[in-house]
């Protein structure tokens, strides 16, 4: 199906250097470890995007539209995301770290305000509630899926809470209901980062079901992308307007009207930022949107393979179970390392040409936030046993099932098992 230009390689690890100048690429037309070259190259690579001849010609068509930036395409992009998610209104962002910080605003929340979070995350779901001029509190998180534990959020609302910011961790869905009862509770707002969870669903509940807004990303290796993007999405339509004018500049014309109705004189009716999707992104994205449930449905293949065959290691811990009344997103499979330290099983499994991650190390563990708000070893040790042994493996759809195969012979010869 991929019909890449002639001059489009995924570059690889080993890329060159200042003494080993070559550069060398995967093959561009990978269906698989068998056209992967070995000799220069991770066998399996961490992630490689499906995208081609059909974003090829959507973005075509939007280049050949006179408007570039937020428009028409945006427009349907917005619709089509809003009708999977079965709610109202969509509004797409320059990404999901953009989408979280208009969220935060456009629900109020800023200085000396505190928003509960969970520290197993990517560092942009702190650094929103920071940017909105709020202070990240971290609460652990469940030892079996690594989200945010409802059950010890309670004991860390504060006069000054006003809202809990839970992330769908590798794509499986928080305890939404838990969550909305204590957020209920204490009149405080729930953000969702469902940046790994575009598909994930709680029995009927889906991303933005129970939360005031719900954040996605369509970073370059997340289950749909654009290379950078983001969207939220929402039930409540008063927030539309303010949101609308929160995510360009505060203007009351967009460049769109302006270029389809002439110059108008416009004012800043608010604050803002500069959080607009421009047509481009959102042509790359728009025929992702029906390959959606083809893909999870190949993760899913992919997880059951992986399942197989790492249930007869001790070595290895599995983090992505299926569970009843759950549809998990599958958008990354965490192993956590018991056999070997993690980051020797990490080397070890590179030098067998299997490029893996870690999602993640604890945020209150980076410099900054141990800095800036004291935190330490120690403060949530749920999060950190995950953050030491965890290990991300390669799943993305145009794996083949030889891929899986060649990962698992190599965690096998990693681990001595
Ligand atoms: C859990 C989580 N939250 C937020 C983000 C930030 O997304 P973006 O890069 O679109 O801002 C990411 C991106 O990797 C993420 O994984």
Known sequence: MVDFDADFHPPCRNAGNATNPGIRYYSPAHKGAARVSRASSFKVPFFLHDLGQ?????????????????GETVARFEASLAEYLGCRHVLATTSCTGALHLSLLALGIGSGDEVITTPMTFIATSTAIIEAGARPVFVDVEPATGNLDPARVAGAITPRTRAILPVHLYGRMCDMPALADVARQHGLAIIEDAAHCLEGRLGDIRPAGLGNTA?????????????????????????????????LHGMTRTGAERAQLGYQHWDMASMGWKYNMSN?????LLPQMNRLEHNLARRLELVARY???????????????????????????????????????????????????????????????????????????????????????????????????????????????
């Not at 954040?215 to 999405?233: P, V, W």
């Not at 481009?280 to 790359?284: G, L, P, R, V």
């Not at 799943?395 to 083949?400: E, F, I, S, V």
């Open 54 to 70: 059909e974003e090829i010609d959507s973005v075509s068509a939007a280049l050949r539209h006179p408007v570039l930036t937020t």
């Open 215 to 247: 954040c996605f990303s369509f970073y370059a290796t997340k289950n749909i992308t654009c290379g950078e993007g983001g969207a939220l999405a929402f039930n409540d339509s008063d927030l539309l307007a303010p949101l609308k004018l929160l995510r």
């Open 280 to 284: 481009i992104e959102a042509a790359i």
């Open 307 to 417: 399942r197989a065959g790492l249930s007869d290691l001790t070595g290895v811990r599995m983090m992505v179970h299926p569970a009843e009344g759950t549809r998990h997103a599958c958008h990354l499979f965490p192993i956590l390392i018991d056999g070997m330290p993690r980051d020797d099983f990490i080397a070890a499994l590179h030098d067998e040409g299997i490029s893996v991650m870690v999602n993640y190390r604890p945020v209150h563990l980076t410099h900054y936030f141990a800095n800036t708000y004291s935190y330490q070893r120690g403060d949530f040790p749920i999060a950190e046993a995950i953050g030491d042994r965890v290990v991300s493996l390669p799943l993305y759809p145009r794996m083949a099932d030889a891929d899986v195969d060649l990962v698992l012979a190599a965690i096998r010869k990693c681990l001595g098992e």
